[in-house]
């Protein structure tokens, strides 16, 4: 009994990284490679692991979950250049709300996320913004 629940212990703390490897491997081998255009997904063996990048409409994005089935943005990071800022995405939920430090543009102006877990726009919760000068 102590036995199985180590194993069970083990087995939940090894898992994402192994169905990480397993997922990357598979994409590796149908020829998916992070930074191509990206495809809708058909299940979960070909879905985008967590920090892969994809690119879409002509910008970069970076997953921001594992076994990401999401098309650009949502479930989503854009990736700006030269110390762009991207713009504000309405996150879908935990998974891509913004955290503390955060960069948006929202309405033509720059705000910085103040608290972690943002889901509300700097319109809707302006506490949890600083708009920057």
């Not at 990284?17 to 930074?35: C, I, R």
């Not at 098309?71 to 990736?79: D, L, T, V």
């Amino acid at each position: 009994m102590i036995d199985n629940e180590l194993q069970r212990r083990d087995t939940l703390a090894t898992a994402e990284k192994q169905a990480t490897e397993l997922n990357t491997a598979y994409l590796a081998a149908a020829g998916v490679e992070p930074g191509q255009e990206w495809k809708q997904p058909t299940s979960a063996v070909d879905a985008y692991p967590k920090d892969w990048t994809v690119t879409f409409e002509g910008k970069t994005f970076v997953s921001l979950t594992p076994a990401n089935v999401w098309q650009p943005p949502n479930g989503w990071r854009e990736i700006v250049e030269d110390g762009g800022v991207p713009e504000y995405v309405a996150p879908t939920g935990a998974h891509d709300a913004y955290n503390t430090g955060d960069h948006v543009m929202f309405d033509g102006a720059e705000y910085v996320a103040l608290q972690d877990g943002l889901v509300w726009s700097p319109a809707d919760y302006p506490a949890g913004w600083e708009q920057q000068a």
